[in-house]
């Protein structure tokens, strides 16, 4: 047995032994590496920004001098928090915007969580018909964006007293839509919901799947009534499901631009968004600062209490090792009028608007729906200076194919970067497991979630519109359209990056290493392979989320990379109804083409039933 000498001491630090050991275990353990590297770019694009972003609202900006000429730019100051929180401007710029959007935010939250659950317990637990055609038309309203629904309303209602011309109701019937059936709350409220149900809608069907249906049946065989069994046993199964809904819904609504503003400014309806906009195009960007940061401590509080809700809780488990079975109730004689409810329902949120859209969009005359009136200019003219200011139609009209282009590029490069960073972090986490660089990775690649995007696009801009050492300004530049929809979306696919890490046992990959194969062959021979399910819907839904998104980047958006969505407000913004619908019409249907391809491509490929062999 070796003795070890009392004179023997640790190798120093940065000694060239322990150097090498270092080199050795590092070698042996890449999460460690990929961890850090992670770390330090998303501290660099999630932490710093929010720190940024605070330092700006608490010092003088260049353009505050003309409201407080003794200040000086770069000085702390109290400024913005008293402009908008305690002077006589302070009703129009931030009470009354947080009253608006708390409104809109509860009403459109409790009718999408309604009408989703209840349609999620129709296609799960009864036996309605054409269960599966009708199950993948209503994630449809999710694919397209959530504006949609206010073009198709403002072509339906629009009247002559704000929207210039009339719409489709008056030409029919010859009755004006009052005010407020067109344009505010309401409208606001009814076509957000209509919506974001489909959040509701997936959560809710996907955890109504797990409940073991002999729970149920054996509370009835005790004598308990269907409510009761409904509100004692299977609506505590669904509260982690329904608070996720909850609080993915109002964070979503908090944050959304398009539908308040072609709903809500032409009546002066203003939420936290359309005034975070306004104040940076008046270059009030402290301001705007100011009221992203209000955005973001509300989500945090709503995401908070909703953890102490579902936190009193201590279980939640739907399946064991017994038996499992799903039974279905029969609705009897209410079994076709439920079938056919669910079909006009989608017919209203679904076809009735692609139905407008494609109508405005073959008008001649804004205003006159006649069958005389349609025309294809609007997609195929060459342009005309008597006709919507000379621009010509779709496929002729290079500043669309442009943003089309360009939208087409971000929904990739979004995918993709997003794709592999979410498999990056997952790979880090999962195997540095319990160590407190895996808890920090794990915290912030999930922390974009709690910024609203109108919030998120606030701070990139208070970050990146100067240089940041080498790093050159990015603001107007594709780069940080592509940046700031993977951050945004990083939650999403990070999480499906760690559920695939834990399904891979790490001694496949073990073995792979003693057999001397590298980390680089590990990943691409092992761990994609055998991730490829979850790495192919994080990317599907970040490639859906940057075609359609306007809220995150109306405030990135500039002549030089203008996308489809960015087109469709400015020509909305301009009166041009048919070329704005039109193009949406476009959008709508290349996202849900690419989208079918991308799935049936992934289950002829076999992705999602990859195995060991």
Request: proline residues 4%; hydrophobic residues 50%; charged residues 10%.
């Amino acid at each position: 047995m070796a003795l070890v000498s009392k004179n023997s001491t640790k190798p120093a630090f940065w000694s060239r032994q322990n150097i090498s050991y270092q080199a050795y275990r590092l070698k042996h353990k890449p999460e460690i590496i990929i961890g850090v590297l992670c770390l330090a770019f998303l501290g660099f694009v999630v932490l710093v920004p929010l720190i940024q972003i605070i330092r700006d609202a608490l010092t003088f900006q260049s353009y505050d001098l003309a409201y407080y000429p003794e200040g000086e730019v770069g000085a702390f100051t109290l400024f913005h928090l008293d402009r908008v929180f305690n002077q006589p401007i302070s009703a129009a710029l931030f009470y009354k915007p947080l009253m608006n959007s708390l409104k809109m935010g509860f009403t459109v939250t409790l009718i999408a969580i309604v009408v989703g659950s209840s349609l999620a317990w129709l296609m799960v637990r009864t036996n309605v018909h054409f269960k599966g055609i009708v199950g993948a038309m209503l994630v449809f309203p999710y694919m397209m964006p959530s504006w949609v629904m206010a073009l198709a309303w403002l072509s339906l209602f629009k009247n002559d007293r704000i929207g210039g011309s009339e719409g489709v109701l008056t030409y029919l019937t010859g009755v004006q839509a009052p005010d407020w059936v067109a344009y505010g709350f309401f409208p606001i409220v009814i076509t957000l919901a209509l919506h974001y149900y489909a959040y509701t809608y997936l959560l809710i069907s996907g955890a109504l799947a797990t409940v073991d249906s002999e729970l149920e049946e054996a509370a009835a065989t005790c004598g308990m009534g269907k409510w009761k069994r409904i509100w004692s046993i299977t609506m505590p199964l669904l509260l982690p499901a329904l608070g996720s809904a909850i609080v993915l819904t109002f964070i979503r609504i908090l944050g959304t631009f398009g539908t308040p503003a072609l709903l809500g400014l032409p009546v002066r309806f203003v939420t936290f968004s359309t005034q975070i906009y306004a104040s940076i195009n008046a270059r009030n960007e402290g301001d705007a600062y100011v009221l992203a940061l209000v955005l973001i401590v509300l989500a945090i509080s709503f995401i908070w209490i909703n953890s102490r809700i579902i936190g009193v809780r201590k279980s939640f488990v739907t399946m064991t090792g017994k038996g499992f079975r799903k039974r279905e109730s029969d609705l009897g004689a209410w079994r076709w009028p439920a079938t056919i409810l669910v079909i006009l329902f989608l017919c209203i949120t679904v076809v009735l608007p692609l139905t407008l859209l494609l109508w405005e969009s073959l008008t001649l005359i804004p205003g006159d729906y006649s069958l005389g009136n349609l025309t294809t200019y609007f997609w195929a003219g060459q342009g005309n200076v008597q006709l919507a200011y000379g621009e010509p139609g779709i496929i002729h009209n290079k500043g669309i194919l442009g943003a089309l282009t360009n939208s087409i590029k971000l929904g990739f490069a979004a995918a993709l970067f997003n794709g592999a960073l979410g498999l990056l972090v997952g790979y880090a986490v999962v195997r540095g497991r319990g160590a407190w660089l895996s808890k920090w990775l794990e915290g912030i690649a999930f922390a974009p979630y709690i910024f609203p995007s109108i919030a998120l696009g606030a701070i990139y801009i208070g970050m990146f519109s100067t240089n940041i050492g080498p790093i050159p300004a990015l603001y107007g530049t594709f780069t940080i359209l592509i940046l700031i929809t993977v951050i945004k979306n990083l939650p999403f696919t990070s999480r499906t990056g760690i559920a695939a890490m834990l399904q891979i046992h790490k001694s496949l990959e073990e073995t792979a290493r003693v057999q001397g194969i590298g980390w680089f062959r590990r990943m691409f021979r092992i761990i994609v392979p055998l991730s490829m399910s979850g790495l192919v819907a994080g990317m599907l839904l970040t490639f859906i989320t940057a075609m359609r998104e306007l809220s995150l980047i109306i405030l990135l958006i500039s002549p030089g990379n203008m996308v489809l969505t960015g087109l469709i407000f400015g020509y909305q913004e301009q009166d041009m109804a048919q070329h704005s619908s039109a193009v949406t019409l476009m959008l709508v249907l290349i996202i849900i083409t690419i989208s079918v391809i991308v799935r049936v491509m992934s289950r002829k490929a076999g992705v999602g039933r990859l195995s060991v062999t």
